[in-house]
Nanobody, 122 residues
Framework: QVQLVESGGGLVQAGGSLRLSCAAS????????MGWHRQAPGKQREMVAI???????NYAESVKGRFTISRDNAKNTMYLQMNSLKPEDTAAYYC????????????????WGQGTQVTVSS
């Protein structure tokens, strides 16, 4: 089992920055990848950024060049540095962890935090 807790959300003006954190606990060694997803009002949840156990990253086109995903294995924490924020970035941001297939505690949909709200004002 894996538990995820997000923090760092808040209200920021357009052009500002925020850094989100996701602290993981549980079967950390089984995590294959982690990522950030967001859901805005009236919109479907979308992938924002993913980082694999090997360090590879993927970003949504809308955030490339502005957001950076990273991890600190010693602290079991993943981060999302968000710069040049836009009102369109306003959403609830969720941390996700995918475990290796067949590992103890594996879930098809992975594990999710409860989210942290990011609001960007014009």
């Amino acid at each position: 089992q894996v538990q995820l807790v997000e923090s760092g959300g808040g209200l920021v003006q357009a052009g500002g920055s925020l850094r989100l954190s996701c602290a993981a606990s549980g079967i950390i060694s089984s995590i294959n990848s982690m990522g950030w997803h967001r859901q805005a009002p009236g919109k479907q949840r979308e992938m924002v950024a993913i980082i694999t156990n090997g360090g590879s990253t993927n970003y949504a086109e809308s955030v490339k060049g502005r957001f950076t995903i990273s991890r600190d294995n010693a602290k079991n924490t993943m981060y999302l540095q968000m710069n040049s924020l836009k009102p369109e970035d306003t959403a609830a941001y969720y941390c996700n962890a995918q475990l290796s297939f067949g590992s103890r505690g594996y879930r098809r949909d992975g594990y999710w935090g409860q989210g942290t709200q990011v609001t960007v004002s014009s």
